[in-house]
């Protein structure tokens, strides 16, 4: 879904390498977040939401942007006009463009590198095209599409089974995420997770109420 919200003003920076910026999207009913991730051979834009001309310039600092990547098929937001804007390709699973493809798609499944120390998780059960970014430096960083929210009045949980394909098969699913070292999580939904972030998650795919 294309978002309708107006251009944020600014953006936090995490670390050096991570930024995340949002807005809530009254046509969803949900808080939108977005993330920049400067690598070593360029800046990726993960689910982008529009941002103001100046906040998006000292965001994007003098670096290249690398691509624009969607983590499902409900996260079109900006994507398409930050992939025209900087002349980039868009990443993201076949899956997440039923119909028509954009000319510039860099097609992705579970286990392919994007760049080095950047790897796409592939999430089945969850919603089409569903993703999650792992990113190994610094201490490692997991950016999730919508398999895991992070919002009140839920929490750190699972996406809920009424907007999953199949929420058994995601949560089998999710479970190669244990094989993954993350400090950190971030999602597409709620504020990040900015330590333990593999402890949360063994927490939260352990427990019996939510298998």
């Given at each position: ?43 990726y ?20 942007v ?9 996260h ?56 999650v ?79």
């Amino acid at each position: 879904m294309v978002s309708r919200v107006r251009p944020v003003p600014d953006f936090d920076e995490i670390t050096s390498h991570l930024a995340i910026w949002h807005a809530y999207d009254p046509g969803v009913k949900a808080e939108l977040y977005s993330t920049r991730l400067a690598t070593a051979k360029g800046t990726y834009l993960i689910d982008p939401i529009p941002l103001h001309r100046e906040a998006l310039e000292q965001l994007i600092g003098s670096g290249p942007v690398a691509g624009i990547v969607m983590t499902n098929g409900n996260h079109h937001r900006a994507v398409a006009r930050f992939a025209e804007q900087f002349g980039v390709g868009i990443v993201a699973h076949a899956d997440s463009f039923p119909d028509e493809q954009p000319k510039r798609l860099r097609r992705v499944s579970d286990g392919d590198a994007i760049r080095d120390g950047l790897k796409v998780i592939g999430i089945d059960g969850a919603v089409p095209g569903e993703i999650v970014l792992d990113y190994t430096p610094n201490g490692g960083t997991l950016i999730v599409g919508d398999a895991l929210i992070n919002f009140e009045p839920h929490g750190f949980t699972l996406l809920p089974a009424k907007y999953c394909a199949n929420q058994k098969q995601m949560r089998r699913s999710l479970r190669k995420l244990l094989d993954y070292k993350a400090e950190r999580m971030l999602f597409a939904h709620g504020p990040p997770i900015l330590s333990g972030a593999s402890e949360r998650l063994h927490g939260l795919l352990d427990n019996p109420k939510t298998n």
